[in-house]
Every structure is written in structure tokens, then in C-alpha cells.
């Protein structure tokens, strides 16, 4: 049974950091892009960055280029987010996706499996 858990959200002063993790288990993680999405209250769950499987290039949506960074450790099983200089508008839940045929990685139906999310608030 494969399982994505989430964790590292919270509570942030906008300019604040946090660190998003996502464990991963039931499947061959070297052999899984790795994503994070989020969806905000009344909003479509949207595409925030990615990680390839073999040589660890990454994707990220404009609006955190240069504030995100996503990374994975495939001996733990393991991708994070690091988040930085948050802004109100980075409020959400934010999930984590596992696929291992990737075509486009901003779409969800490319990504098999999800975990539950965690929230991320930031306070103005």
C-alpha cells in the first residue's frame, strides 16, 4: 500500500521559512517523480514545483521561483520543500504527488499517488 505523509506545515510571519517534508513508502521511490501542489480555500489545487526521478531536475510554477526549493533524498524515501520569504498569497494546503509516468508535471492526472496535505498559513 503506497503512502505519502506530509509534514512541516504551520503557522509563518509573512518573510518567514518553513520546511515541508513528505515521506514516502509502498513504492520504489528512486523510480517516482515527486511533486508538491497546493490548493488554497475556493481555488483549484495548482502545480508548485517537482522533481525528476534520475537526475534531479527541477520544475517550479513562476510564482516561487527563487523562494522554493524542492529536493528528495531517495535513501530516506524522502522529497522537501523548503519555502522561503512566504508571502500571504503561499496560504494553503499543500500536498505531496508521486508519478512514475510523467508527460507534464504541472497537470495532476500524471501523478498516482497523494498524500492527505498540511496546511501552510502566513500571516501578514
Known amino acids: 500500500q503506497v503512502q505519502l505523509v506530509e509534514s512541516g506545515g504551520g503557522l509563518v510571519q509573512a518573510g518567514g521559512s518553513l520546511r515541508l517534508s513528505c515521506a514516502a513508502s509502498?513504492?520504489?521511490?528512486?523510480?517516482?517523480?515527486m511533486g508538491w501542489f497546493r490548493q488554497a480555500p475556493g481555488k483549484e489545487r495548482e502545480f508548485v514545483a517537482a522533481i525528476n526521478r534520475s537526475d534531479g531536475t527541477t520544475y517550479y510554477t513562476t510564482s516561487v521561483k527563487g523562494r522554493f526549493t524542492i529536493s528528495r533524498d531517495n535513501a530516506k524515501n524522502t522529497v522537501y520543500l523548503q519555502m522561503n520569504s512566504l508571502k500571504p498569497e503561499d496560504t494553503a494546503v499543500y500536498y505531496c504527488?508521486?508519478?512514475?509516468?510523467?508527460?507534464?508535471?504541472?497537470?495532476?492526472?500524471?501523478?498516482?499517488?497523494w498524500g492527505q496535505g498540511t496546511q501552510v498559513t502566513v500571516s501578514s
Open positions: 509502498g513504492l520504489t521511490f528512486s523510480s517516482y517523480y
Open positions: 504527488a508521486a508519478g512514475q509516468t510523467i508527460l507534464v508535471v504541472t497537470l495532476k492526472r500524471d501523478y498516482n499517488y
